[in-house]
């Protein structure tokens, strides 16, 4: 199993750091100010090869219109991320290797599943957020884990991840302002 430990809260702009303390993938995400060919923002994730050098495995690209979905690429191949559900809004899409996994939520766990009959494992990546310590010095951290299932498809996992779970960071933090302003009563 590997254990990718995410450097910083926010999965758009991370290090995913090895059990050994080494950077395994980076994301970056730098926002356009005004909108360039029509994206705000695009996120670009890397990997570290064997030798140390660094090479680009993902972008996704956030555009401006909000009616628009991000574009999703792994390498240089799209990737269609397809929402197939409501309140979790999972999304599922197909690996390299041709099979199809979906993204969900449960019991507020990110969790990657194969859609395909047959296939052993119940997941193939999870996300676990966990907090140590007293309430004043409270110590947080996130990680991802991939069983050996999914390691052949290691750079699908950790690209698709970034754009899901921050989708549904944002959709959270919408619900949440929704809750606290609602609009007026007629």
């Not at 809260?9 to 090895?18: A, G, H, V, Y």
């Not at 050098?53 to 240089?76: C, K, S």
């Not at 698709?160 to 007629?186: A, C, K, L, M, N």
Request: without cysteine; glycine residues 4%.
């Amino acid at each position: 199993m590997i254990r990718l430990i995410l450097s910083k809260k926010n999965p758009l702009q991370t290090d995913f750091l090895t059990t050994e303390n080494k950077v395994l993938y980076t994301s970056e995400t730098i926002h356009h100010t005004p909108a360039l060919h029509g994206s705000k923002a695009m996120t670009t994730v890397t990997r570290r090869d064997h030798v140390g050098d660094l090479f680009q495995v993902g972008v996704i690209e956030w555009p401006a219109n909000p009616d628009e979905r991000p574009r999703v690429y792994v390498r240089t191949r799209y990737v269609e991320m397809t929402r197939t559900g409501l309140y979790t809004a999972p999304e599922k899409f197909q690996a390299h290797n041709g099979r199809m996994y979906e993204w969900q939520i449960e019991n507020y766990q990110t969790q990657l599943v194969p859609l395909q009959t047959g296939h052993s494992a119940a997941y193939v990546a999870a996300f676990l957020q966990t907090s140590r310590g007293s309430l004043f010095s409270r110590k947080q951290s996130a990680s991802l884990f991939v069983p050996p299932e999914g390691i052949e498809i290691l750079d699908d996992i950790v690209v698709t991840f970034i754009y899901f779970e921050s989708q549904w960071r944002e959709r959270e933090r919408f619900r949440s302002r929704t809750w606290d302003h609602p609009g007026p009563v007629i």
